[in-house]
């Protein structure tokens, strides 16, 4: 039911990439639109302006990545998805945006000390990390989950 450490290891990964990719689009257009104006200008502290501004915009771009996608319909972010796990809360109901961004930023304190909140997923009983557990989420396989939803009740007088 609950999804180990591995899985969700391989979500991230994935996640990652996706992110790298927009991250290195966004550098370079803004990095080249700097470089374009500061050999222009001859000014070639202009380039650096342009890669601070694409630091600045990416910086919320990975916490909305991660809280717009596991407090969506979807419950995961793509990574999540290619492997079949999902995110939800403490009665299996998918998350509110408020607590996907408290898990979001609580990661940083999973990954402080040797990265030991992350690994905690792997020897916990309900697959819990440190941010997990202080949000009160859990990450779950999607056919797990869809095996326990009971049946719709039936309707006997359209029968």
């Given at each position: 039911m609950y999804a180990g450490f591995w899985k969700r290891f391989g979500a991230y990964i994935i996640d990652c990439i996706i992110l790298t990719v927009v991250y290195y689009l966004v550098l370079f257009v803004f990095g080249l639109v700097g470089l374009g104006i500061g050999?222009?200008?001859?000014?070639?502290?202009?380039?650096?302006?342009?890669?601070?501004?694409?630091?600045?915009?990416?910086?919320?771009?990975?916490?909305?990545?991660?809280?717009?996608?596991?407090?969506?319909?979807?419950?995961?972010?793509?990574?999540?998805?290619a492997l079949g796990i999902i995110v939800v809360g403490p009665n299996q109901q998918r998350i509110s945006f408020l607590r996907a961004t408290g898990r979001f930023f609580s990661k940083i304190l999973s990954?402080?000390?040797?990265?030991?909140?992350?690994i905690m997923a792997g020897f916990t009983s309900k697959k819990q990390a440190l941010h997990d557990m202080i949000c009160e989420t859990y990450t779950l396989n999607k056919n797990a989950v869809q095996q326990q939803v009971p049946p719709p009740p039936q309707d006997f007088a359209s029968a």
């Open positions: 050999a222009a200008s001859g000014n070639d502290w202009i380039m650096g302006v342009g890669i601070l501004i694409a630091v600045i915009v990416l910086t919320p771009l990975y916490w909305l990545y991660f809280a717009l996608f596991e407090s969506s319909k979807f419950q995961a972010t793509p990574g999540k998805l990954g402080m000390i040797f990265y030991i909140g992350f």
